[in-house]
T-cell receptor
Framework: KQEVTQIPAALSVPEGENLVLNCSFTDSAIYNLQWFRQDPGKGLTSLLLIQSSQREQTSGRLNASLDKSSGRSTLYIAASQPGDSATYLCAVQDSGYALNFGKGTSLLVTP | GAVVSQHPSRVICKSGTSVKIECRSLDFQATTMFWYRQFPKQSLMLMATSNEGSKATYEQGVEKDKFLINHASLTLSTLTVTSAHPEDSSFYIC??????????????FGDGTRLSIL
């Protein structure tokens, strides 16, 4: 069964810093990997999706990489802002179509 | 873009009540929908896979008689929490897959339902 782990569980940084969130998964036979943002008490906002054949995806200040063979992905956030404060979830999709989620990294960006 | 609507967004009710949550795909036909549950500070965990016109597939440890899933049309799946108890209090969220977009495209999530059982 796919296990998804996210490190760190929580992170607090001052505004303007660049930061990296880590995600690892145990079964490399994935279709894609997604990064989501979840605000407190809210649903999910899809940030980036990397297909299994891709190495990275970029959207604005966000860059996600995927190393399928080693079972790792990173989400890089450049020039962090207080509005980036949220929980970031990593999820992998395998052949069953359902997503396997990590527990998330809770990010706080202080002004 | 594709949208999934989930209703209600919040429910507060007494123990023993049955609660129905709806998940609708608004601009595509979803042959498959997924129901997840998230306890505080935990990950989203798949509860069941809902297939249009057939029985849902439940994950290990999820009671099918307690969490009734109906996917009677290509745009609607419902999750009914029967005789809910305080331990069922959680965040429930659905997602739907547009089969026309292929295996490698993202699913679309509803906004979730916060269920609180008193």
């Amino acid at each position: 069964k796919q296990e998804v782990t996210q490190i760190p569980a929580a992170l607090s940084v001052p505004e303007g810093e660049n930061l990296v969130l880590n995600c690892s998964f145990t079964d490399s036979a994935i279709y894609n990997l997604q990064w989501f943002r979840q605000d407190p008490g809210k649903g999910l906002t899809s940030l980036l999706l990397i297909q299994s054949s891709q190495r990275e995806q970029t959207s604005g200040r966000l860059n996600a990489s995927l190393d399928k063979s080693s079972g790792r992905s990173t989400l890089y956030i450049a020039a962090s802002q207080p509005g980036d404060s949220a929980t970031y979830l990593c999820a992998v999709q395998d052949s069953g179509y359902a997503l396997n989620f990590g527990k998330g990294t809770s990010l706080l960006v202080t002004p | 873009g594709a949208v999934v609507s989930q209703h209600p967004s919040r429910v507060i009710c007494k123990s023993g009540t049955s609660v129905k949550i709806e998940c609708r795909s608004l601009d595509f036909q979803a042959t498959t929908m997924f129901w997840y549950r998230q306890f505080p500070k935990q990950s989203l965990m798949l509860m069941a896979t809902s297939n249009e016109g057939s029985k849902a597939t439940y994950e290990q440890g999820v009671e099918k008689d307690k969490f009734l899933i109906n996917h009677a049309s290509l745009t609607l799946s419902t999750l009914t929490v029967t005789s809910a108890h305080p331990e069922d209090s959680s965040f429930y969220i659905c997602s739907a897959r547009d089969p026309k977009t292929g295996d490698f495209q993202p699913q679309h999530f509803g906004d979730g339902t916060r269920l609180s059982i008193l």
